[in-house]
T-cell receptor, first 107, second 112 residues
C-alpha cells in the first residue's frame, strides 16, 4: 500500500523560529517524495522534491529511508511561509498526498 | 507551455442530479491524469488516476466515476449526486518519474 501521514493538522510558530513539518510514508518500492504548498487563494504547487536535494525558499527536506520520513525544515520562519503544506508520494504512476499541515507564522 | 483547465469553478447541484466535471490539459502528450477531492481535515484524497486513454484506476469506492475519452481530457461524473459528494475537486497532470504535478483551479461542488 502507498500511504503518506502528516501527523500535525495545524502548526503555529513565531517569526524567526525554526519550523519542522513532519511526513512519514509507507511504500514497498523506491519512493519519489515531494512537498507541495498552497498559499491563500493560489493553486497547489510544488515546493521541492527529494531527488533534487535542493533548498527552496529556505526549506529543505531529507529522505530518511530507515525511518521512512521526509520532514520539511526551515531554520528561520517568515510570515510569508504561512500556507497549507502537503507531503506527497509517487509510486509507479499513482500520486498520493498526506492530510496536510496548515502552517501559521505569528509575527 | 503546458496549461490545465478545469471547469466549472463552482457548482451547486440538487441531490439526485447528475454531475460532469471536465478537465483538459494543453501543451503536452500522454500525461498521467488525476482527480482528487480536497476536504478540510482530510487532505487530498486520490479518487481516480489514468495513465492513458480509456485507462482508469479507481482508488475509493464511491458514487463517482471517471472517464478519459481523449488523451488530454479527464471527466469526473456521477449519475445521482449525494449530499456527501459536496467538496472541492481538483484535477492534476504529470509526466515522467520525479516530475511535478500541475493542478487545476479546482471546482467547489455543493450538493443541496
Amino acid at each position: 500500500a502507498q500511504r503518506v501521514t502528516q501527523p500535525e493538522k495545524l502548526l503555529s510558530v513565531f517569526k524567526g523560529a525554526p519550523v519542522e513539518l513532519k511526513c512519514n510514508y509507507s511504500y514497498s518500492g523506491s519512493p519519489e517524495l515531494f512537498w507541495y504548498v498552497q498559499y491563500s487563494r493560489q493553486r497547489l504547487q510544488l515546493l521541492l522534491r527529494h531527488i533534487s536535494r535542493e533548498s527552496i525558499k529556505g526549506f529543505t527536506a531529507d529522505l530518511n529511508k530507515g525511518e521512512t520520513s521526509f520532514h520539511l525544515k526551515k531554520p528561520f520562519a517568515q510570515e510569508e511561509d504561512s500556507a497549507m503544506y502537503y507531503c506527497a508520494l509517487r509510486g509507479a504512476q499513482k500520486l498520493v498526498f498526506g492530510q496536510g499541515t496548515r502552517l501559521t507564522i505569528n509575527p | 507551455s503546458q496549461t490545465i483547465h478545469q471547469w466549472p469553478a463552482t457548482l451547486v447541484q440538487p441531490v439526485g442530479s447528475p454531475l460532469s466535471l471536465e478537465c483538459t490539459v494543453e501543451g503536452t502528450s500522454n500525461p498521467n491524469l488525476y482527480w482528487y477531492r480536497q476536504a478540510a481535515g482530510r487532505g487530498l484524497q486520490l479518487l481516480f488516476y489514468s495513465v492513458g486513454i480509456g485507462q482508469i484506476s479507481s482508488e475509493v469506492p464511491q458514487n463517482l466515476s471517471a472517464s478519459r475519452p481523449q488523451d488530454r481530457q479527464f471527466i469526473l461524473s456521477s449519475k445521482k449526486l449525494l449530499l456527501s459528494d459536496s467538496g472541492f475537486y481538483l484535477c492534476a497532470w504529470s509526466l515522467e518519474r520525479n516530475t511535478e504535478a500541475f493542478f487545476g483551479q479546482g471546482t467547489r461542488l455543493t450538493v443541496v
